[in-house]
């Protein structure tokens, strides 16, 4: 119901866009959200969007390069990432919640996930 895409391959200081189309779900019942998952590491909260745009939270490792927003009209979720760095090397999953009153970052909260997309950063 989650389809991320758009990862790929790119050097030190370029950047990227995630997609994540939605499909089968009613989009604006849900936050949703970007996680990701590096190498040896635990899955992380990355930024989080309520179902109206009106509420954008961030982890403070993304803060000022990443930049989340959605289509509503086109029930698909983005994720705008500048100025990448070998510490964003991870596989990135969307996500959705639909406890839409608060804007949460915590994994187990979310409902549905995609299957993830791999970025790499090069050095």
């Known amino acids: 119901q989650l389809q991320a895409s758009g990862g790929g391959l790119v050097q030190a200081g370029g950047s990227l866009r995630l997609s994540c189309a939605a499909s089968?779900?009613?989009?604006?019942?849900?936050?949703m959200a970007w996680f990701r998952q590096g190498p040896g590491k635990e899955r992380e909260f990355v930024a989080v969007?309520?179902?109206?745009?009106?509420?954008?939270r961030y982890a403070d490792s993304v803060k000022g390069r990443f930049t989340i927003s959605r289509d509503n009209a086109k029930n698909t979720l983005y994720l705008q990432m500048n100025s990448l760095n070998a510490e964003d090397t991870a596989v990135y999953y969307c996500?959705?919640?639909?406890?839409?009153?608060?804007?949460?970052?915590?994994?187990?909260?979310?409902?549905?996930w995609g299957q993830g997309t791999q970025v790499t950063v090069s050095s």
């Open positions: 996500a959705a919640d639909q406890q839409v009153t608060v804007s949460r970052f915590v994994a187990e909260y979310y409902d549905y």
């Open positions: 089968g779900l009613s989009f604006t019942r849900y936050n």
């Open positions: 969007i309520n179902w109206s745009a009106t509420i954008i």
